[in-house]
């Protein structure tokens, strides 16, 4: 049974930083994975993407600022968050589509089977 578990959220002031981790268990990790965030009274959206092969896709609202990458050997998937925003409070999911090997970048949740329980990043002023 596949399992993702998120961790690392928290509470930071704008400006700062914070990494999230997602461990995943029980398949083959080469996937497509992806970082998602669903903010009070917003859809959820997209953040951050990876594939099998490492090739990474931002959103405009975080590129430059977030840096998604995976540890294959931990099956661990992490996301880097610099120079964090107020409006980037939000409730952040890790995903994974659910492939032995996947390519491409992905943005849109129904194309992932997996969801972790979700960890929740608090920006404040």
């Known amino acids: 049974q596949v399992q993702l578990v998120e961790s690392g959220g928290g509470s930071v002031q704008a400006g700062g930083s914070l990494r999230l981790s997602c461990t995943a268990s029980g398949y083959a990790y080469r996937d497509c994975m992806g970082w998602f965030r669903q903010g009070s009274g917003k859809e959820r959206e997209g953040v951050a993407t990876i594939d099998s092969d490492g090739i990474v896709g931002y959103a405009d609202s975080v590129k430059d600022r977030f840096t998604i990458s995976r540890d294959n050997g931990k099956n661990t998937l992490y996301l880097q968050m610099n120079s964090l925003k107020i409006e980037d409070t939000a409730m952040y999911y890790c995903?994974?589509?659910?492939?032995?090997?996947?390519?491409?970048?992905?943005?849109?949740?129904?194309?992932?089977?997996?969801w972790g329980q979700g960890t929740q990043v608090t920006v404040s002023s």
């Open positions: 995903a994974a589509r659910g492939f032995s090997y996947c390519s491409g970048t992905y943005f849109r949740d129904y194309q992932y089977d997996y």
